[in-house]
């Protein structure tokens, strides 16, 4: 087996084995947890189930078409990129990120397309149940994207003299986010941090 298989390989493996582990999670909160239940891990680390029809980590900053057709149009792109690469003989740690990258985006791509079509949306206390496909809570492209990690890790609250935020409470980590959000940040992060001279090669 050449260099660029086994490359191209790993990239495969490595999408399949992240998009299976973040729709795993996903699934079993969806179908365990009821909507904004919160169970304590640590007093750092909860798990918080969330849904929204935004970007990375809550954020809802666009139409909710046009973000999904976004991703949609950013993965063809992503892995002629990744193919590329692979046939000019780029580092193997390049090609993890984008493959972390990649999965993350597949991950949420399969929330927003067909989560509305296959899940129910009950109220708490009661957990969503899959049903006959086209029978969910939405239609194609507007299925809810499943958030549960959350990480309040230091929180106070600000002095009521402060202006405008006085006598709010603070949390770092406050986003709650999924294994798919995690792995776009850290491939984008490692991509910034050890390979930006390589990017746009």
């Given at each position: 087996m050449t260099k660029?298989?086994?490359?191209?390989?790993?990239v495969v493996l490595?999408?399949?084995?992240?998009?299976?582990?973040?729709?795993?999670?996903?699934?079993?909160?969806?179908?365990?947890?009821y909507?904004?239940?919160?169970?304590?891990?640590?007093?750092?680390?909860?798990?918080?189930?969330?849904?929204?029809?935004?970007?990375?980590?809550?954020?809802?900053?666009?139409?909710k078409y046009f973000l999904t057709g976004l991703r949609i149009c950013l993965v063809p792109i992503i892995i002629v990129y990744v193919r590329r690469a692979i046939l000019r003989g780029s580092s193997w740690g390049l090609l993890v990120c984008m493959a972390l990258v990649?999965?993350?985006?597949?991950?949420?791509?399969?929330?927003?397309?067909?989560?509305?079509?296959?899940?129910?949306?009950?109220?708490?206390?009661?957990?969503a149940e899959f049903v006959?496909?086209?029978h969910g809570y939405n239609p194609v492209?507007?299925?809810?994207?499943?958030?549960?990690?959350?990480f309040p890790l230091v929180q106070w609250n600000w002095p009521s003299w402060l202006p405008v935020i006085g006598g709010g409470h603070f949390v770092f980590f406050s986003p709650i986010f999924n294994f798919a959000d995690a792995?776009?940040?850290?491939?984008?992060?490692?991509?910034?941090?050890?390979?930006?001279?390589?990017?746009l090669r």
């Open positions: 660029a298989q086994k490359q191209t390989l790993t490595l999408t399949v084995a992240v998009v299976a582990a973040d729709q795993g999670i996903k699934i079993a909160v969806k179908t365990g947890m909507l904004s239940q919160r169970i304590r891990v640590t007093d750092w680390f909860y798990l918080l189930f969330t849904e929204n029809n935004g970007m990375a980590f809550g954020m809802e900053v666009m139409n990649l999965a993350g985006a597949l991950g949420n791509i399969i929330d927003c397309v067909f989560y509305g079509l296959i899940f129910n949306n009950p109220p708490p206390p009661f957990v006959p496909f086209g492209f507007l299925g809810r994207v499943v958030d549960m990690f959350y792995s776009i940040s850290c491939g984008i992060i490692a991509l910034l941090l050890f390979y930006r001279h390589k990017i």
